[in-house]
């Protein structure tokens, strides 16, 4: 299973796109790239999914060079309420294998007024 | 927006006792998960389930730990003996279909042993 890295904390104000940057250096050919993001005390809430260059859905974009071996999610304009921890995760093999897969710690971003 | 649904919100047991979380998957979802995440760290996959199987488990899902879909509704994650380690938030989660990178989870079972 790829290990993934993420910046333990991040800091933002409202209004400006934030950039999160995973690293994931031992990604294998079939995984996919997923974010989820979660508030304190709820489950974790599918935010976007991409296997390679650029996927944009209505809530966020995910970049992903063409060597595979990072990704950024990028949140544009973001809010009071986009303050939560949010998580890159790394496929065992495609889309539907994420049953078992590894969640690091995650990114603490706080959006501040 | 169909959604997960899990009940209790929050249990409260004595140490040894015997807990059952409830959860009601998105009802045309087939795959459906247990996670546990103890307060202030990791989410932990426990256990995947289809056609009323379990699909894969980890290492922490060990024999006091089951599942059931009893009725075709409800899946439950049953302790049987728990332990103050067992204290918790579990999350229940259900994907349509295995090539779906969507997981849809619920809002999570605190589980408190004392």
């Known amino acids: 299973l790829a290990k993934t890295t993420q910046p333990i904390s991040m800091d933002s104000y409202e209004g400006q796109e934030v950039n999160i940057t995973c690293s994931h250096n031992n990604i294998a050919t079939n995984d996919y790239i997923t974010w989820y993001q979660q508030f304190p005390s709820q489950g974790p809430r599918f935010i976007i999914q991409?296997?390679?260059?650029?996927v944009t859905n209505e809530v966020a974009s995910l970049f992903i060079p063409a060597d595979r071996k990072s990704s950024t999610l990028s949140l544009p304009r973001v809010s009071l309420s986009d303050t939560a921890v949010y998580y890159c995760?790394?496929?065992?093999?495609?889309?539907?294998?994420?049953?078992?897969?590894?969640w690091g710690l995650g990114t603490s971003l706080a959006v501040n007024p | 927006e169909p959604e997960v649904t899990q009940t209790p919100s929050h249990q409260v047991t004595q140490m040894g006792q015997e807990v059952i979380l409830r959860c009601v998957p998105i009802s045309n979802h087939l795959y459906f998960y247990w996670y546990r995440q103890i307060l202030g760290q990791k989410v932990e996959f426990l256990v995947s389930?289809?056609?009323?199987?379990?699909?894969?488990k980890s290492e922490i899902f060990d024999d006091q730990f089951s599942v059931e879909r009893p009725d075709g509704s409800n899946f439950t994650l049953k302790i049987r003996s728990t332990k103050l380690e067992d204290s918790a938030m579990y999350f229940c989660a259900s994907s349509e279909y295995v090539g779906s990178g969507e997981l849809f989870f619920g809002e999570g079972s605190r589980l408190t042993v004392l």
């Open positions: 389930f289809y056609n009323n199987e379990i699909s894969e």
């Open positions: 991409g296997y390679k260059t650029k």
């Open positions: 995760l790394v496929g065992d093999g495609g889309p539907g294998n994420n049953r078992k897969l590894i």
